[in-house]
């Protein structure tokens, strides 16, 4: 949707700014065209030579810029041996400019080249990146400035214009990543220092958010899933904007990462944001600014009186590193931004209930079944979590006078809501309620009638970090919503081994969630009051042992797409069931974000949708086409999380209708596990796709018996959700009495406080109960145990522990009830 109005009189006053333009004689219509070559190249970017993708040689591509209303011209050559794409993001082109493989176009070849023509239809920061595999990572990626026909009046004089694209970088290879992910491996959370482990929740004194999580069997709560060697600003660590005291500079920051959030901060004090994903908002101050994967905002800093050079921070948001832009005289001494503290990992969400704790799906465990998010309960944008877990506050009755904006429904509407409030903070590191809780809440009821009070149409519409100011005119800033709620008695600080503050993402000031509340579009975005209006529900759904991320519990390739009609009013109702961040991007189309500004929604192509939150945009479905939607963390796309938004009556040429079934091909990963030790060895082999696997499980011992006992399971698995896992096969084993080789079928499903349980029947009547358990009681050390019934063979058990040294090896040594006691090494491969 373009920015445009249903309000006549500014409607009147675009035309009149246009008319300006045109007698000035800036307006006018070029043909801007560049070459972009892709290249399989070695690059050093830690000291060590590693592959990489590059454009024209670097990484990033170059910074491609244009005047609104020029006419694109981008020839892309291809010198990789496997096919590649370029999509312009954020960019409203023709469907088959789009440069999606098997959405938008066939994929370009190797060695050849595709020529991109499409017109610039607005102004904006953007960026360029490769949509093919995982190319994105290793360099495929650059920015895109457009500028205005007619510049803002409303921002001032700006003396420097700097394109910032922020990036990650990792030494290992796409496929390892992603391998290691699918594993399930610990080392990069090791290596970023967040695993967590019982140990660090003593020494937190959260010992009992560790076990609620478990008995709920909630998954950790994971910011980031790769463990990057670098953060990169334009393909640096750091770089320089040499600039006077005095001058504006301009940021145009670009997160051109494939799955890292970063927190802009400058040294010295807030920031202005004018823009967000290339489209203007009303200028506002921020200090953290958190900004999501493939998201762009546009600020402003000054460079202060006193000289030296001025750091604007880029910190990832999973504290392993960040990137700077020194601003000011490269020479002169440097003013560092301030730490931003590391996110506490242990704190557990939501009070433990029986229904969550003896839920049977995943989402019943986070009190967000699928019966639950049928009926509505968690349409409304803002954090989900239930009530249960405010400590003091169940009584209170909290209503949601948001003023939505949303189309189709009048300005001040009162929605009841559901499940609005956010369990305690515990960074007391005591259970105890805080009693500034409640004073917050009822200071959002305050702030909720002044904020109507001062004339404009927004208000409070959520517990956590939505929150209008009523005062200094910022719209809904974290600030003031956490200022309240944070400023209790906090009995004490807690730090990381490494004497880091550390922090619960969203409930406390230091680690901001993003800026959304604030963004106010200069105009009504507001669609036209008549189309009918189509909602569609998505939940946000994953596994992370597994590595696989759904919507709707379906990935990409099991799903219908996205059916949609041109002139409707569309609605994305995204609810996040997982307990990470996504940044979902929608291709073809601004829509209008619902974050309580009302008709002045901002416009944003890309919304971090947050841990068990829900975000709700909406759009004018005037762009006819197929367009990709999906989680732009690159693994996360990768392992199922998109779909494809189809109009009605559209029709793909036929060269990219004749390999649409190529977008739903599912890329198969193997990896496995091995202990070898004195007694005995097991492990397992796994051919991983997204719904199903091929599990090959081993045991052969020898220690204390005569011989050597094995047996050998080969499954073929059907994995329903993250707790229930159907599998059939073959078990081969020279024990019991029935040697030799027997059908088998079971399950495998974790029991509260995520003791994996598995059980099975053979073909020869017999069998099987087994149950698991592993707890880390520091960051690499491990203690395991297991328990197995068999009908034949009775009762076997094992207990042990395990020292992970590096990434693929462990030392590992077990007692086993047959095998007695040994020890070796374990290998992961
Ligand atoms: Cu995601």
Not at 185 to 199: D, F, R
Not at 211 to 226: G, S
Request: charged share 20%; glycine share 12%; aromatic share 10%.
């Amino acid at each position: 949707m373009l920015p445009t109005s249903s309000n006549p009189n500014i409607r009147i006053l675009s035309v009149l700014t246009l008319a300006l333009g045109s007698i000035t004689g800036i307006v006018r219509s070029e043909t801007v065209e560049y070459d972009l070559t892709i290249a399989g190249e070695t690059v050093n970017i830690t000291g060590k030579d590693r592959p990489a993708i590059t454009i024209n040689g670097g990484i990033p591509g170059p910074v491609l810029e244009f005047t609104e209303g020029d006419h694109a011209v981008m020839r892309v050559h291809n010198k990789l041996d496997v096919p590649t794409s370029i999509h312009w993001h954020g960019l409203l082109v023709p469907p088959s400019m789009d440069g999606v493989p098997f959405v938008s176009f066939p994929p370009i070849e190797p060695h050849s080249t595709f020529v991109y023509r499409f017109p610039i239809r607005h102004s904006g920061t953007y960026w360029y990146h490769s949509h093919s595999g995982l190319q994105e990572q290793k360099g495929v990626y650059g920015q895109i400035v457009i500028h205005p026909k007619n510049q803002r009046s409303d921002i001032g004089r700006i003396d420097h214009d700097v394109p910032v694209l922020l990036s990650d970088w990792s030494d290992e290879s796409t496929h390892e990543i992603m391998k290691t992910l699918r594993r399930g491996s610990e080392y990069y959370a090791i290596q970023k220092g967040s695993a967590i482990s019982l140990s660090g929740a003593i020494r937190h004194g959260m010992l009992k958010d560790y076990f609620q999580r478990e008995l709920v069997r909630m998954p950790e709560m994971d910011i980031a899933d790769v463990y990057y060697d670098r953060f990169l600003a334009n393909g640096r660590s750091e770089i320089f904007v040499p600039a006077n005291p005095g001058d504006v500079v301009r940021l145009r920051l670009v997160d051109g990462s494939a799955t890292s959030f970063f927190y802009g901060e400058f040294a010295r004090g807030p920031m202005t944001i004018i823009e967000a994903d290339g489209q203007p908002v009303v200028p506002v101050k921020h200090d953290r600014l958190l900004i999501g994967t493939a998201e762009t905002y546009d600020v402003l800093v000054t460079v202060p009186r006193g000289g030296g050079a001025w750091e604007f921070r880029a910190t990832a948001h999973d504290s392993s590193g960040h990137a700077s832009i020194w601003i000011g005289d490269p020479h002169g001494e440097r003013h560092a931004a301030p730490t931003v503290p590391v996110p506490n990992l242990y704190y557990s969400m939501g009070k433990p209930t029986l229904d969550k704790i003896f839920a049977f799906t995943p989402a019943g465990t986070m009190g967000m079944p699928d019966r639950k998010v049928e009926i509505g309960m968690f349409d409304t944008p803002g954090m989900t979590m239930n009530m249960e877990g405010m400590n003091g506050m169940g009584g209170m009755k909290m209503k949601n006078t948001m003023n939505t904006g949303l189309a189709g429904q009048p300005p001040h509407e009162e929605k009841p809501r559901v499940g609005m409030g956010m369990s305690l903070p515990q960074e007391t590191g005591s259970s105890g309620g805080m009693p500034a809780m409640n004073h917050s809440g009822m200071k959002m009821e305050d702030s909720t009638a002044s904020a109507n009070g001062d004339g404009m149409d927004h208000s409070a519409h959520s517990a956590m970090g939505h929150g209008n100011s009523a005062s200094g005119g910022s719209h809904g800033g974290m600030e003031m919503a956490m200022g309240p709620m944070m400023g209790g008695p906090i009995k004490r600080t807690l730090f990381d081994r490494n004497g880091r503050e550390m922090v619960v993402d969203g409930m406390n000031p230091k680690r901001p969630l993003p800026p959304y509340p604030k963004l106010r579009a200069l105009h009504s975005t507001a669609p036209d009051p008549g189309r009918p209006v189509r909602e569609i529900r998505l939940t946000l759904d994953g596994d992370m042992d597994r590595y696989v991320w759904y919507l709707n519990n379906k990935a990409l390739h099991e799903d219908d797409q996205i059916q949609i009609k041109e002139g409707e009013v569309v609605r994305f109702i995204m609810i996040n069931r997982t307990m990470m961040y996504h940044p979902m991007h929608l291709h073809g189309h601004f829509f209008r974000l619902i974050n309580g500004q009302g008709d002045r929604s901002p416009l944003k192509h890309t919304a971090t949708v947050m841990p068990m939150a829900t975000t709700v945009f909406e759009f004018e479905a005037n762009e006819v086409g197929d367009w990709f939607f999906h989680c732009h963390l690159l693994y996360h796309m990768k392992a199922g999380m998109a779909r494809v938004v189809e109009y009605e009556n559209f029709t793909p040429d036929p060269d990219t209708e004749a390999v649409r079934d190529e977008l739903f091909d599912v890329d198969l990963y193997s990896y496995g596990m091995a202990d070898i030790m004195s007694h005995m060895t097991e492990g397992f082999y796994e051919i991983a796709g997204i719904r199903y696997s091929g599990l090959v499980n081993w045991t052969v011992g020898w220690g204390n018996i005569d011989g050597e006992d094995y047996e050998i399971d080969a499954t073929f698995n059907y994995h329903h959700n993250r707790f229930l896992t159907l599998f059939a096969g073959a078990q081969f084993s020279n024990e019991g009495d029935y040697p030799g080789a027997r059908g088998i079928f079971g399950y495998r499903y974790p029991l509260p406080f995520l003791i994996s349980t598995y059980g099975w029947v053979d073909t020869e009547g017999e069998f099987r109960f087994g149950a698991a358990k592993s707890y880390p009681i520091t960051d690499r050390l491990h203690v395991f145990g297991e328990v197995e019934y068999d009908t034949q063979l009775q009762y076997e058990w094992a207990a042990g522990l395990e020292y992970i040294i590096g990434k693929n090896i462990s030392a590992v040594g077990s007692f086993h009830s047959e095998f007695g006691v040994g020890g070796g090494l374990s290998v992961r491969f």
